[in-house]
């Protein structure tokens, strides 16, 4: 399982700027949890930490029972984040392929156009990102996320150029697909009303220092699939 335990977790940038307060937080296995607060809060912070991407100045962090790193190389890890980060010189299709070949999966070419559907990219399968939109780059970067089938999806405002129809369309096809296939998705958003569309849970915090001030249980009834 991809259980994601946070105990004490804190984090002091040098300058001493203080972004996490010591934390208790425990992300539950296949379920979706949102992190929600104002800008600056230290959202991307905590989850930049559950990546791996920054040391935690104080606490730890345990997956799945152990090391981060020991339980992600076996279950996976996905990130999408702001910047959707996508090889400009591979095609839409192209990226979802390489990043099957780094995860050592094989590419399933119909799964793979099936993502790029539920994304709503048919049509550009075979664009580079130059010349997609950004909310269309966020969301080939979104198919590219799930096309791993990981364990852990951490997401830090994914849809920040997505329109609004559209990221309605992704919030009504996306939490069956995370539930379907189990993933511990963690997603930062400034967005109240799009944490409580995507997730089961929304941990509210504080400005910065970010400590938690709410921890609520989303009851939406979802589509099936
Ligand atoms: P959020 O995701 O909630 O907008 P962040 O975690 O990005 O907040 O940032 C929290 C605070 O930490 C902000 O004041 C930000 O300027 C600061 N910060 C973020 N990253 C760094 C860094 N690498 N070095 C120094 N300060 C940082
Ligand atoms: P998508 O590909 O998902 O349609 P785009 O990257 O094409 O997203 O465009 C971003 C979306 O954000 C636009 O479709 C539009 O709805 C919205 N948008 C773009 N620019 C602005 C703006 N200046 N103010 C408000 N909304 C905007």
Sequence with gaps: SSEVICKGLSKTYPGRLEAVRPMDLT?????????????????????RMIAGLEAPTGGSITIGGGPPSETLKKAGLSVAFQDPSLLPWRSVRGNIEL????????????????LIHLVGL???????????????????????ALATRPGLLLLDEPFG?????????????????????????VLVTHSVSEAVMLCDRVV????????IVADIAVDLPRPRR
Excluded at 99 to 114: H, N
Excluded at 128 to 138: F, N, V, Y
Excluded at 204 to 211: D, E, K, M, T, Y
């Design 27 to 47: 992300f539950h296995a296949g379920q979706t949890t949102a992190l929600v607060g104002p800008s600056g809060c230290g959202k991307s912070t905590v989850l």
């Design 122 to 144: 048919s049509g550009f399968a075979d664009t580079r990102p130059a010349e997609l939109s950004g909310g269309m780059r966020q969301r080939a970067a979104m198919a590219r």
């Design 204 to 211: 509210v915090l504080s400005p910065r220092p970010a400590r």
């Design 99 to 114: 990043a099957l070949s780094l995860a050592r999966r094989k590419v399933d070419a119909a799964e793979v156009d099936q």
């Design 161 to 185: 150029a997505v329109d609004e129809l559209t990221r309605q369309q992704l919030a009504h096809d996306l939490p069956g697909i995370w539930e379907a296939r189990g993933t511990t998705t």
